[in-house]
């Protein structure tokens, strides 16, 4: 059965403080990638990584960083953390290739800044 | 410019009855993919049905299918016989072939009346 799993369901941080999510995949994908959702906008990519070391910016990269040190592994940062950071956090994979290749989602960080 | 829109927010519909979620999209790229998910209360989010731009036929998979009309970039959900478990949100999808990334519409929160 594939799986995405990630570090954390819920995590509760200060403001200012460094945060690391982390995604574990065993579907040996190429692809990672890391969303934000909130009410009323969908999902908003921040980063994605198409191979080991390779990273890309999403559409809302500021304030974040990733890091993709293994094929299995992506991990998103909050430099410093902020309130207005504060949202549901979905990592996902998929192959490469293919057009009809579906992103498999992990069950998602809610994360709340104080 | 929205890429992706899904103009209900919210729908209630009675149970056995079917249900039709609405997908309009935009691109200039002749080539390409659209997905629906669903989201139930728990988060995590599920594949349900692909349709690609040059599929001849209509998507299907077991209650779902997808109504493509590819004149009017639309790519609607179909649910037969609407069950409790498929109150969730469902979100629309597409993929250019030009590009890694999924742009996501806002979603639609459906609720399955007894």
């Known amino acids: 059965d594939v799986k995405v799993t990630q570090s954390s369901r819920y995590l509760v941080k200060r403001t200012g403080e460094k945060v690391f999510l982390e995604c574990v995949q065993d579907?040996?994908?190429?692809?990672m990638f890391w969303y934000r959702q909130d009410p009323g906008l969908g999902l908003r990519l921040i980063y994605f990584?198409?191979?080991?070391?390779?990273?890309e910016k999403g559409d809302i990269p500021e304030g974040y960083s990733v890091s993709r040190e293994k094929k299995e592994r992506f991990s998103l940062i909050l430099e410093s953390a902020s309130t207005n950071q504060t949202s549901m956090y979905l990592c996902?994979?998929?192959?490469?290739?293919?057009?009809?290749?579906?992103?498999?989602f992990g069950p998602g960080t809610r994360l709340t800044v104080l | 410019a929205q890429k992706i829109t899904q103009t209900q927010p919210g729908m209630f519909v009675q149970e056995k009855e079917a249900v039709t979620l609405d997908c309009t999209y935009d691109t200039s790229d002749p080539s390409y993919g659209l997905f629906w998910y669903k989201q139930p209360s728990s988060g995590e989010m599920i594949f349900l049905i692909y349709q690609g731009s040059y599929d001849q036929q209509n998507a299907t998979e077991g209650r779902y299918s997808l109504n493509f009309q590819k004149a009017r970039k639309s790519a609607n959900l179909v649910i037969s016989a609407s069950q409790l478990g498929d109150s969730a949100m469902y979100f629309c999808a597409m993929r250019e072939d030009s590009n890694y990334q999924l742009i996501w519409g806002a979603g639609t929160k459906l609720i399955i009346k007894p």
């Open positions: 996902a994979s998929s192959l490469s290739g293919r057009l009809y290749n579906e992103q498999f």
């Open positions: 990584s198409y191979d080991v070391k390779m990273k």
């Open positions: 579907m040996d994908h190429e692809n």
